[in-house]
């Protein structure tokens, strides 16, 4: 999972096994979540979405799944590939005061050897 | 198509200097945003812009203006620049302001003021 510190958390997996990144976020009333992963000196790029009325949501090679009862969110790689390497993070939306917030992790680093 | 387009992608200022990061969309969205992204900070929103003529503050507003110059072009300007703005400047646009659909980011500005 996500960590406050300079270094990120890290998940090395081998080319085509499965890879698991994890998220907690700590807003009961979050009701958006979304993952981006980003390659080094690149903008995030957008994977996938799932909102709080969902626990599963599935994409091409991609699953995320919600559990609410513990706040945690989690990003399924099928047959993880070396141009998956990349840092990953989460973002959720809630409400803050009188405006929405997007809110987003640290990052956990996948790297994928080959 | 282009997405979200940053200039410059990497700037050197000395203390006080002043520059202006630009940034257009050409996806007509409403909604642009710039963030900044710090080693072990995550995202951290600056100014965003809900829609053309609008423009509010985000989480780290001070020390920086930005100007909604018209839907496509979303501009942020460093007055004095100091050396904690050494950052990675990201600029992103959404399809709409519910802070419920995805953020589409450009590659980034890598800033460093001495």
């Known amino acids: 999972g996500e960590s406050v510190g300079l270094h990120l958390p890290t998940l090395s997996v081998q080319e085509g096994d499965n890879s698991i990144i994890n998220c907690a976020y700590s807003?009961?009333?979050?009701?958006?979540f979304i993952w981006y992963k980003q390659e080094s000196g690149k903008g995030p790029q957008f994977i996938i979405d799932i909102r709080s009325n969902m626990d599963k949501r599935q994409g091409q090679r991609v699953t995320v799944l919600l559990n609410k009862t513990v706040k945690h969110l989690s990003l399924q790689i099928a047959a993880t590939q070396p141009g998956d390497s990349a840092v990953y993070f989460c973002a959720e939306t809630h409400l803050g005061g009188s405006n929405y917030k997007l809110t987003f992790g640290k990052g956990t680093l996948l790297t994928v050897n080959p | 198509n282009a997405g979200v387009t940053q200039t410059p992608k990497f700037q050197v200022l000395k203390t006080g200097q002043s520059m202006t990061l630009q940034c257009a969309q050409d996806m007509n969205h409403n909604s642009m945003y710039w963030y900044r992204q710090d080693p072990g900070m995550g995202l951290r929103l600056i100014y965003y812009s809900a829609s053309e003529g609008t423009t509010d503050k985000g989480e780290v507003p001070n020390g920086y203006n930005v100007s909604r110059l018209n839907k496509r072009e979303f501009s942020l300007r460093l007055e004095s620049a100091a050396p904690s703005q050494t950052s990675v400047y990201f600029c992103?646009?959404?399809?709409?302001?519910?802070?419920?659909?995805?953020?589409?980011f450009g590659n980034g500005t890598r800033l460093t003021v001495t």
């Open positions: 992103a646009s959404s399809g709409d302001r519910s802070w419920r659909s995805p953020l589409h």
């Open positions: 807003n009961s009333a979050s009701d958006y």
